[in-house]
């Protein structure tokens, strides 16, 4: 009889339902702008709550480029051609509705929505959201249903418009813009529907080491407008090289000390790998706390 191998993959048949476990808690990474690490962000939150025996759910909304679809796909070839198994959440896909008219298309929409949702909420204890960097129909729905919203901004006054105006002699902080509003108009909504409120979480990402003028600018502006709007401010994640070379293989700071991978690893995924630890602290997710994080 055939010993099995510890790397041999094992059938990933959907987890069935949880019972009596407590409500699956919602994160949608989002804002309305590319660029700024948004599926990096999703894929290695993802990952990290499944090596901490988390089930876990995604839904990849960014139908057009559909990044963390792709780093899924890309992860499981990596599996596949190495015989070697690696955490995978469980996966829905929403499609956007073909439908001419306005009504009829949102109303596909919400019920692939609701259904995709539904789905993954019976079965996972996190459902992580991935949004274009557009204002779509099916990323209000997202954003509607968050229980934590992760918005990843760049150390630039271009990310910094989306969340509020900038005067450009002071650099004083002015009125909300476009993405706040959409999380406030959001904010409301789920408090009229569930009684409950959305924890909004801004994390600076892609982070220079070079101490400039304009990221201080940045972060200074941003602690500001935390206090004015009802966001909490994270730390993020580093601009390092090693997250492009990540990609094609699947694979995630997680990952580099799994058997078949060819990578070194260094100090500097050291560093990266605690910048993923302090981002879990700050978030306090549910069924967390006071939990060991064993990477």
């Not at 073909?98 to 929505?113: G, K, Q, T």
């Not at 990843?152 to 509020?164: G, K, M, R, T, Y």
Request: net charge positive; glycine share 6%; aromatic share 6%.
């Amino acid at each position: 009889m055939k010993t099995p191998s510890p790397f041999e993959l094992k059938d990933r048949t959907p987890a069935p339902p949880r019972a009596g476990a407590r409500p699956a808690h919602v994160i949608v990474v989002g804002n309305e702008k590319g660029g700024a690490g948004k599926s990096t962000v999703a894929i290695h939150l993802a990952i990290a709550l499944m090596r901490m025996d988390r089930q876990v759910g995604v839904i990849d909304l960014d139908v057009r480029q559909s990044t963390l679809a792709r780093y899924l796909d890309n992860r499981r070839r990596w599996c596949e051609r190495r015989g070697v198994e690696l955490p995978l959440p469980e996966q829905e896909h929403v499609r956007p509705s073909a439908a001419r008219s306005l009504d009829e298309a949102e109303a596909e929409e919400n019920e692939a929505w609701q259904n995709a949702l539904t789905a993954l909420k019976a079965r996972c204890d996190f459902v992580v959201v991935d949004v274009p960097g557009a204002d779509t129909h099916l990323a209000r729905l997202a954003h509607s249903a968050a229980d934590t919203i992760i918005t990843p901004v760049n150390d630039s006054f271009v990310d910094f418009d989306l969340l509020a105006e900038v005067d450009p002699d002071t650099y004083e902080v002015g009125r909300p813009s476009l993405y706040s509003a959409l999380v406030w108009d959001c904010r409301k909504q789920k408090a009229v529907r569930e009684k409950k409120s959305i924890d909004w979480v801004v994390m600076r990402n892609r982070i220079s080491t070079l101490d400039a003028r304009n990221k201080r600018r940045v972060g200074k502006g941003l602690k500001k407008l935390s206090e004015r709007v009802g966001f909490r401010l994270a730390p993020g994640f580093g601009e390092r090289v090693i997250y492009r070379e990540l990609f094609p293989l699947g694979l995630t700071l997680l990952d580099l000390t799994q058997d078949g991978s060819a990578m070194q690893f260094t100090l500097s995924h050291v560093a990266a790998r605690q910048e993923l630890r302090d981002l879990l602290i700050v978030l306090k997710l549910p069924g967390l706390e006071g939990e060991k994080i064993p990477f």
